[in-house]
């Protein structure tokens, strides 16, 4: 059963073009993330939310922006996406460990 | 701050033999949490394993054993008889008490048969 869902899977935008990546748990977890992973590199935290507690990362683009409505869903909003935001875009809950959804790849053209 | 360091890039070998992934970590806590996650090429971390700081007990699930060793700060894993499905991205990743996991930069690991 499916417990972290990312939509869609996969991605296409245009430069400049904004873009909402969405994320829906149903493991009822108060803490979910965004990471962001590019090309042969290690996935690298953008922000947070403990509950409705919305945790940035000091170097994450003012370009990226999250909304957490609920306990199940999440959502990444990139307003202006550049060539360097393509990449696979993970969520994920934890609670005893992390638990990770399949990921979104953005493309940007 | 964590630091997690995978020293081999990347590793290639033969269906059947069996390999070692290395993984050394740094933190000053003395409560953590180690973990290996398998990212095939279809992108998902696949979760393998977590283990505390306070359990060296080593671990063996099937092919799979994992090596932790806090005098060295190690935390390997091996992968016993390699099948071409274990062709993958592996992570090694640290987590301590109010800290978000930190990873360390990744193998790749490329069964042949």
């Known amino acids: 059963d499916a417990m972290v869902i990312q939509n869609p899977r996969y991605q296409v935008t245009q430069f400049g073009k904004p873009v909402t990546l969405s994320c829906s748990q149903t493991l009822n977890h108060n803490v979910m993330y965004w990471y962001q992973q590019k090309s042969s590199q290690a996935p690298k935290l953008l922000f947070h939310?403990?509950?409705?507690?919305?945790?940035n990362e000091a170097d994450t683009p003012d370009n990226f922006q999250s909304r957490r409505p609920n306990t199940s869903f999440c959502f990444l909003d990139i307003r202006s996406p550049g060539l360097g935001d393509a990449a696979m875009y993970l969520c994920?809950?934890?609670?005893?460990?992390?638990?990770f959804g399949p990921g979104t790849r953005l493309t940007v053209l | 701050a964590q630091k997690v360091t995978q020293a081999q890039t990347e590793i290639s070998v033969v269906e059947k033999e069996d390999v070692t992934l290395d993984c050394v970590y740094e933190t000053r806590d003395t409560t953590y949490y180690l973990f290996w996650y398998k990212q095939p090429p279809s992108g998902e971390l696949v979760f393998l394993i977590r283990r505390n700081s306070f359990d060296e007990q080593n671990e063996i699930s099937g092919r799979y054993s994992w090596n932790f060793q806090k005098s060295t700060s190690s935390f390997n894993f091996t992968i016993t008889a390699s099948q071409v499905v274990d062709s993958a991205v592996y992570f090694c990743a640290l987590e301590t008490s109010g800290s978000r996991l930190t990873f360390g930069e990744g193998t790749q690991l490329t069964v042949n048969p």
């Open positions: 994920a809950t934890s609670r005893d460990r992390m638990y």
């Open positions: 939310y403990y509950d409705k507690d919305f945790n």
